[in-house]
């Protein structure tokens, strides 16, 4: 399916709160806003590839489970970013912005991914491989390259009431920005700040991951920045 500047904006359901895909999906040049999921992908759930290019915005999309705005689960699944703005996504769990999991193929060569929101993992992007017996089973590939990745939020802070009552539970969450376990990780060229968690890796938290940063241009903001 290819979009000829569509403009989405809305929808409720289970998954996939504005689209929910079987198919491949361009999005270059489309709109899409305002999704919500009572499970994943508040405003794109995903089997399969999905494109983002010049022009494309997605936003304020809500998950209670996983991934804000888009969430892609298994092998045939990827994400293909080269420009574009992902922002203001929100889950109840990981990925405020994008969750990609079981394997799902993540490569990010331009735009920008901001501004998310998970009151676990990974703030603005979460992706994992398949383990077995804590074994790596498949390894697939996340590819950063020229990207602004910035003000990710990844866990929660108590809120009491005005009269002591807890309002919201503290939450601990890693990867403020990025949070990745297992396959190869590679990043160049890329603006990764700003981003803040409850746990470990304000910007970048890797767990059982080749992570490669071979490019000087990369940069990040002080503190906390990769765990």
Same mark, same amino acid.
């Given at each position: 399916?290819?979009?000829?500047?569509?403009q989405i904006?809305?929808?409720?359901?289970?998954?996939?709160?504005?689209?929910?895909?079987?198919?491949a999906i361009?999005? =270059?040049?489309?709109?899409? &806003?305002?999704g919500? &999921?009572? &499970?994943?992908?508040?405003?794109?759930?995903?089997?399969?590839a999905?494109?983002?290019?010049?022009?494309?915005? *997605?936003?304020?999309? +809500?998950?209670?489970?996983?991934?804000?705005?888009?969430?892609?689960?298994?092998?045939?699944?990827?994400?293909?970013?080269?420009?574009? +703005?992902?922002?203001?996504?929100?889950? /109840?769990?990981?990925?405020?912005?994008?969750?990609?999991?079981n394997?799902?193929?993540?490569?990010?060569?331009?735009?920008?991914?901001t501004n998310?929101?998970?009151a676990?993992? $990974?703030?603005?992007l979460?992706?994992?491989?398949?383990?077995k017996?804590?074994k790596?089973?498949? =390894?697939?590939?996340?590819?950063? +390259?020229?990207?602004?990745?910035?003000g990710g939020?990844?866990? =929660?802070?108590?809120?009491?009431?005005?009269d002591g009552?807890?309002?919201q539970?503290?939450k601990?969450?890693n990867?403020?920005? *990025?949070?990745?376990?297992?396959?190869?990780?590679?990043?160049?060229?890329?603006t990764? +700040?700003?981003? &803040?968690?409850? /746990?470990?890796?304000?910007?970048?938290?890797?767990?059982?991951?080749?992570l490669?940063?071979?490019?000087p241009?990369?940069?990040?903001?002080?503190? $906390?920045?990769?765990?």
């Amino acid at each position: 399916i290819e979009s000829f500047v569509a403009q989405i904006t809305g929808g409720t359901a289970a998954n996939g709160g504005s689209i929910y895909a079987l198919t491949a999906i361009d999005l =270059t040049g489309a709109s899409v &806003s305002g999704g919500k &999921s009572t &499970s994943n992908g508040g405003n794109i759930y995903s089997n399969q590839a999905v494109t983002i290019g010049e022009n494309t915005v *997605i936003s304020g999309g +809500t998950a209670d489970n996983n991934g804000g705005n888009i969430y892609l689960t298994g092998m045939t699944a990827h994400l293909n970013m080269t420009a574009g +703005t992902v922002t203001e996504g929100t889950a /109840g769990n990981t990925g405020g912005n994008i969750n990609a999991l079981n394997s799902a193929n993540v490569k990010i060569e331009g735009g920008q991914i901001t501004n998310g929101t998970a009151a676990s993992h $990974g703030g603005n992007l979460y992706v994992t491989n398949q383990l077995k017996d804590n074994k790596i089973v498949t =390894t697939r590939r996340l590819v950063i +390259t020229g990207a602004t990745i910035s003000g990710g939020s990844a866990g =929660t802070e108590q809120i009491l009431g005005e009269d002591g009552t807890v309002i919201q539970e503290s939450k601990i969450g890693n990867g403020g920005n *990025i949070w990745v376990r297992a396959g190869q990780v590679s990043i160049s060229g890329a603006t990764i +700040t700003e981003g &803040s968690a409850t /746990g470990n890796g304000g910007n970048i938290y890797a767990n059982q991951a080749q992570l490669f940063d071979d490019d000087p241009e990369t940069t990040a903001n002080e503190g $906390g920045s990769l765990t």
